[in-house]
């Protein structure tokens, strides 16, 4: 193979820690996953003959200064950044150090965050060079090709710096065929360290995370959909060679099959699921995933179940019927109780996600949250604060009436009720930092610490794995009391 050693490029998942993103007492029930969309980018350009390799500083528990050294050691002129929303303070501090010790290589950061803010973001961290929007894979790699002063002009879904102005390029379009990206490289991933949160594996065997699919065709006012309205997938076919070879490289039983929403096209969960049944992986592992009420029938469940499933994560969000239509969710709260009981009566667990604080929402819709969560009674339950992300149409809203409190993005957490720190960039009238943070943590004890609920725990104990992840939880929640 003939290697592009002009650019080498090192991609970066920075040093934002389980501690940063949960809290204290929260950090030990979080996960440590694949950096996926690094990887993917690392492969397309791998099939383009480009030097390059990965840090995963979370998984490698890596800081700053590590990561310097290692760019040192290797010599990479190229850093690539990927940046969530809360972790914009990490990475505007790596990029200053990288810009200290690197005076001419080339700063790239994207995700999520410079998608919805490129041209801001450059503004906000003076260091980096450029910032990715959308898709990175085919940007990368053209990115790659030019030396720092070279003009990027001709380079689709960017903004960049000329001179002292920043420009935009145009808009790149979606990759419609995503089988031509390569599968993601994870044998530059240090795949033994990472985890899901506890919630999501049986047992302590490894789970490793696949993504099958991009886009979402929903108009959640929350979500600001990186990849786009459009649901594209993975051939059913690539996605079960993917699948198989994880199962002979790891010999794992278990798997998080991951998209925007799995089941937004019938058509599709469906010949998925056959193809697991013919293939015969419904017989080596069991997998768990991501869905809407809105997406799924009995009869897509029961294939769903004899494919392997054994768990699926629904967004309830709320138990307000006027807050699930002002976030239009275009779904009721009777059908989410139907599909609650259906995906019960087949025999798939279920997770159910929950937010307190959206818009407008009083206390008494907040405590009508934390009781339809324990009525519909999922095997486990995840209360998050709402965040007004960049990028969504509830931060645009929000942002054009003076309702956003704080652009101090690294404040953009949903889980900053447990990290006590008395930040949080949006708060509804009439509510309190205070109050929303207290309401977090007695979500998680109304649910959990019911006689049932702790009952259903102690009969599912197969080990002492999870006799011990049992007990720190429920140690965890009654410190939250005091």
């Given at each position: 193979m003939n290697i592009n050693m002009k650019h080498s490029v090192v991609l970066i998942n920075p040093p934002f820690s389980l501690e940063d993103r949960y809290g204290k007492d929260m950090k030990q029930f979080g996960a440590v996953t694949e950096p996926l969309g690094l990887a993917y980018i690392a492969s397309y350009l791998v099939s383009k003959n480009i030097s390059v390799r990965i840090i995963d500083a979370p998984a490698e528990k890596l800081e700053g200064d590590d990561i310097i050294n290692s760019i040192l050691n290797q010599g990479e002129n190229i850093i690539g950044i990927s940046m969530l929303t809360p972790s914009f303070g990490v990475v505007r501090d790596l990029c200053r150090k990288i810009r200290n010790a690197f005076k001419d290589y080339m700063i790239v950061l994207g995700g999520p965050h410079c998608t919805a803010l490129p041209e801001q973001t450059l503004q906000e961290i003076p260091e980096a060079d450029i910032t990715c929007i959308g898709e990175g894979e085919q940007t990368m790699a053209e990115i790659a090709e030019k030396d720092k002063n070279s003009d990027f002009g001709s380079i689709k879904g960017i903004c960049y710096r000329s001179g002292e102005i920043i420009l935009r390029t145009e808009e790149r379009p979606h990759i419609r065929e995503l089988d031509t990206i390569p599968p993601p490289a994870r044998h530059l991933l240090p795949m033994e360290k990472y985890h899901l949160t506890a919630s999501?594996?049986?047992?302590?065997?490894?789970?490793?995370?696949?993504?099958?699919?991009?886009?979402?065709?929903?108009?959640?006012?929350?979500?600001?959909?990186?990849?786009?309205?459009?649901?594209?997938?993975?051939?059913?076919?690539?996605?079960?060679?993917?699948?198989?070879?994880?199962?002979?490289?790891?010999?794992?039983?278990?798997?998080?099959?991951?998209?925007?929403?799995?089941?937004?096209?019938?058509?599709?969960?469906?010949?998925?699921?056959?193809?697991?049944?013919?293939?015969?992986?419904?017989?080596?592992?069991?997998?768990?995933?991501?869905?809407?009420?809105?997406?799924?029938?009995?009869?897509?469940?029961?294939?769903?179940?004899?494919?392997?499933?054994?768990?699926?994560?629904?967004?309830?969000?709320?138990?307000?019927?006027?807050?699930?239509?002002?976030?239009?969710?275009?779904?009721?709260?009777?059908?989410?109780?139907?599909?609650?009981?259906?995906?019960?009566?087949?025999?798939?667990?279920?997770?159910?996600?929950?937010?307190?604080?959206?818009?407008?929402?009083?206390?008494?819709?907040?405590?009508?949250?934390?009781?339809?969560?324990?009525?519909?009674?999922?095997?486990?339950?995840?209360?998050?604060?709402?965040?007004?992300?960049?990028?969504?149409?509830?931060?645009?809203?929000?942002?054009?009436?003076?309702?956003?409190?704080?652009?101090?993005?690294?404040?953009?957490?949903?889980?900053?009720?447990?990290?006590?720190?008395g930040e949080m960039p949006f708060v509804a009238e009439g509510r309190s930092i205070e109050e929303l943070a207290g309401l977090q943590k007695m979500a998680l004890r109304k649910f959990y610490l019911r006689p049932s609920v702790v009952v259903r725990f102690l009969l599912t104990i197969k080990s002492f794995h999870d006799l011990k992840k049992y007990f720190i939880g429920f140690r965890v929640l009654v410190k939250s009391r005091l």
């Open positions: 999501r594996v049986e047992g302590d065997s490894y789970c490793p995370t696949i993504i099958v699919a991009r886009g979402c065709p929903f108009s959640c006012t929350y979500c600001s959909r990186t990849f786009g309205r459009t649901f594209r997938a993975h051939s059913v076919k690539r996605i079960v060679e993917e699948i198989q070879s994880l199962v002979d490289m790891y010999q794992i039983s278990q798997i998080n099959i991951e998209a925007d929403t799995l089941t937004a096209k019938k058509k599709f969960i469906k010949e998925l699921c056959n193809a697991l049944i013919d293939s015969g992986l419904s017989k080596k592992i069991k997998w768990t995933c991501e869905s809407r009420v809105d997406t799924v029938n009995e009869e897509v469940l029961r294939l769903m179940r004899e494919a392997g499933c054994w768990q699926i994560s629904y967004g309830v969000e709320t138990g307000s019927q006027r807050l699930l239509d002002l976030i239009n969710k275009s779904v009721t709260l009777k059908q989410i109780e139907d599909t609650f009981k259906i995906t019960k009566r087949v025999g798939i667990t279920i997770r159910g996600f929950f937010m307190l604080g959206l818009p407008t929402e009083t206390r008494a819709e907040s405590i009508a949250t934390i009781e339809f969560a324990k009525k519909l009674d999922p095997l486990w339950a995840q209360f998050t604060i709402t965040v007004p992300y960049p990028g969504t149409v509830m931060f645009e809203e929000l942002d054009r009436t003076g309702q956003i409190k704080s652009y101090d993005w690294s404040s953009y957490n949903t889980w900053s009720g447990w990290k006590d720190d």
